[in-house]
């Protein structure tokens, strides 16, 4: 397992386009986050799945975002209608279950979407 | 809510020298975890090292170390011996258990460039 892993790095989509993006995260991590960093800030939080269920959802996640944990493995978060707003990196995070040193996020390396 | 403060957008050290990266925080919790992350050009983000917010020792990784404040809610980050490899974007973030997530929240971040 060479760690969390993000497809696709790179997406440009037009305005009003759908999009996915598809992150596998380390195979016993049944943590699952996914952020949002957009240039010159620190990323955000977007959401976060404890196996297959999405437990947390951040006021940033619009009704046009949505993302998804089948079967507790890797995860996918799609955009409807893109807009230009919507130009960052999408970053994919995953961890151990437990507390302590367990809770360390190991990053992947992102996707970046440009909307033009 | 967290928020977490990192007063410096760029710094820079020669090579070989020590250099100290400020953070602070703010939040309600009191069990809570402190990081900093390394996030180098076009690569994926990496822990530099953690301190848990029960701990009164200042954790120290190699070359890397922080100065713990709780009370003043300080969590700054030594880097001795500054290295090439060195330059990145550093993160200062901070979590907790929240509903079981411990999500992260960011800082803006500060960009270190270390110079031959």
């Known amino acids: 397992d060479t760690g969390v892993s993000q497809d696709p790095r790179h997406k440009i989509t037009k305005r009003g386009q759908n999009v996915t993006f598809r992150c596998d995260p380390i195979?016993?991590?049944?943590?699952l986050y996914w952020y949002r960093q957009t240039l010159g800030q620190g990323p955000e939080f977007l959401t976060y799945?404890?196996?297959?269920?999405?437990?947390?959802k951040s006021r940033l996640l619009s009704d046009r975002f949505s993302a998804e944990r089948p079967k507790g493995s890797f995860s996918t978060l799609e955009i409807q209608r893109t807009e230009q707003g919507d130009s960052a990196m999408y970053l994919c995070?995953?961890?151990?279950?437990?507390?302590?040193?367990?809770?360390?996020?190991?990053f992947g390396q992102g996707t970046r979407l440009t909307v033009v | 809510a967290q928020t977490v403060t990192q007063s410096q957008p760029e710094m820079s050290v020669q090579e070989a020298e020590t250099v100290t990266l400020s953070c602070t925080y703010d939040?309600?919790?009191?069990?809570?975890?402190l990081f900093w992350y390394k996030q180098p050009p076009s690569r994926q983000m990496i822990l530099v090292i953690r301190?848990?917010?029960?701990?009164?020792q200042n954790a120290t990784e190699n070359r890397f170390s922080v100065n713990f404040q709780k009370a003043a809610k300080s969590f700054s980050l030594k880097i001795s011996d500054s290295q090439l490899g060195d330059t990145a974007m550093y993160f200062c973030?901070?979590?907790?258990?929240?509903?079981?997530?411990?999500?992260?929240?960011f800082g803006k971040g500060t960009k270190l460039s270390v110079i031959p």
């Open positions: 799945f404890q196996n297959e269920a999405q437990l947390e």
């Open positions: 301190q848990e917010a029960y701990k009164q």
């Open positions: 973030a901070c979590s907790y258990s929240g509903a079981g997530s411990y999500q992260l929240t």
């Open positions: 195979s016993e991590h049944n943590r």
């Open positions: 939040t309600s919790e009191s069990n809570y975890y």
């Open positions: 995070a995953s961890s151990l279950p437990g507390q302590g040193i367990n809770t360390e996020a190991f």
